[in-house]
């Protein structure tokens, strides 16, 4: 697996749910399940890539809620 600096992570993890979220959103508004439902599912990949991506570059664990540049298992600072 490639890595990619967990600030990028943030970045992409938060536009790509605000955008499906708003896609889901406008599909409920004008009743369109297709889109609906393809706005839910990008969301739920979007959760998917943040779990397989979002690690420590130092011990590999998974950051959780932290977004500061302190890994929060083992203390070292995070690359940008």
Known sequence: MPYIPPKTVRIVYICVLVGAALAALLGAVLS???????????????????????RC??????????????????????DA
Do not use: E, Q
């Open 32 to 54: 369109s399940t297709a889109v609906m439902i393809a706005g839910m599912g990008v969301m739920l990949l979007d959760v998917i890539f943040h779990f397989l991506w979002y």
């Open 57 to 78: 570059p130092h011990c590999g664990r998974h950051l959780g809620r932290s977004w500061g540049d302190y890994c929060p298992r083992c203390g070292k600072k995070l």
